[in-house]
T-cell receptor
Framework: EAGVVQSPRYKIIEKKQPVAFWCNPI?????LYWYRQNLGQGPELLIR????????DSQLPKDRFSAERLKGVDSTLKIQPAELGDSAVYLC???????????????FGPGTRLTVL | AQKVTQAQTEISVVEKEDVTLDCVYE???????LFWYKQPPSGELVFLIR??????QNEISGRYSWNFQKSTSSFNFTITASQVVDSAVYFC???????????????FGKGTKLSVKP
């Protein structure tokens, strides 16, 4: 079974440019997460989706970050315009919300390493 | 507030040594979950274990074992007879429960970088 797929793996842009990251979760996983991981730190949640609904976006800097998951499957995270401080690894994860309401563990993709010059 | 502390930033051992990675957590919830993830140089976080707060029984899986002690708010991870392939960054994480009783968002520690030398 394929894992969480992310693209691109690496992206280098100049500040003030826009950038987008794409994530395809594990088939059947209805919960999707975007995390940001700064160098030497643990991942920090940006946004969580249950199907197509963003149920927790409290940590998403909404002035420049946006995300969508239109059909409840794959998702796109966008930054516009990018700033130097946005350089980080952006991780996508997915999990299965069972009919009982419990959540499976989160499975992570390989991440996109963003460098803003 | 929730918090996870991994005081060991880096650990270096020689192959076949045992090594313990420490994790201390803070939470006000009585029901919560604890996790360990491994992040090899490839960057992908690999799930290792999840425990809920009501299950303090220690767990062993091959060379890996976990010691959960609510009295000290710790969830330590031991690798026995370490191997070079164990070299990675290891993250401890905490999740409280939502109103529905289901698992909430993950709060990660800063990670411990383990280097196992031949």
């Amino acid at each position: 079974e394929a894992g969480v797929v992310q693209s691109p793996r690496y992206k280098i842009i100049e500040k003030k440019q826009p950038v987008a990251f794409w994530c395809n979760p594990i088939s059947g996983h209805n919960t999707l997460y975007w995390y940001r991981q700064n160098l030497g730190q643990g991942p920090e949640l940006l946004i969580r989706y249950e199907n197509e609904e963003a149920v927790d976006d409290s940590q998403l800097p909404k002035d420049r970050f946006s995300a969508e998951r239109l059909k409840g499957v794959d998702s796109t995270l966008k930054i516009q315009p990018a700033e130097l401080g946005d350089s980080a690894v952006y991780l996508c994860a997915s999990s299965l919300r069972r009919t009982s309401g419990s959540l499976s563990e989160q499975f992570f993709g390989p991440g996109t390493r963003l460098t803003v010059l | 507030a929730q918090k996870v502390t991994q005081a060991q930033t880096e650990i270096s051992v020689v192959e076949k040594e045992d090594v313990t990675l420490d994790c201390v957590y803070e939470t006000r919830d009585t029901t919560y979950y604890l996790f360990w993830y491994k992040q090899p140089p490839s960057g992908e976080l690999v799930f290792l274990i999840r425990r809920n707060s009501f299950d303090e029984q220690n767990e062993i899986s091959g060379r890996y074992s976990w010691n959960f002690q609510k009295s000290t708010s710790s969830f330590n991870f031991t690798i026995t007879a370490s191997q070079v392939v164990d070299s990675a960054v290891y993250f401890c994480a905490l999740s409280e429960t939502n109103y529905g009783g289901s698992q909430g968002n993950l709060i990660f520690g800063k990670g411990t970088k383990l280097s196992v030398k031949p």
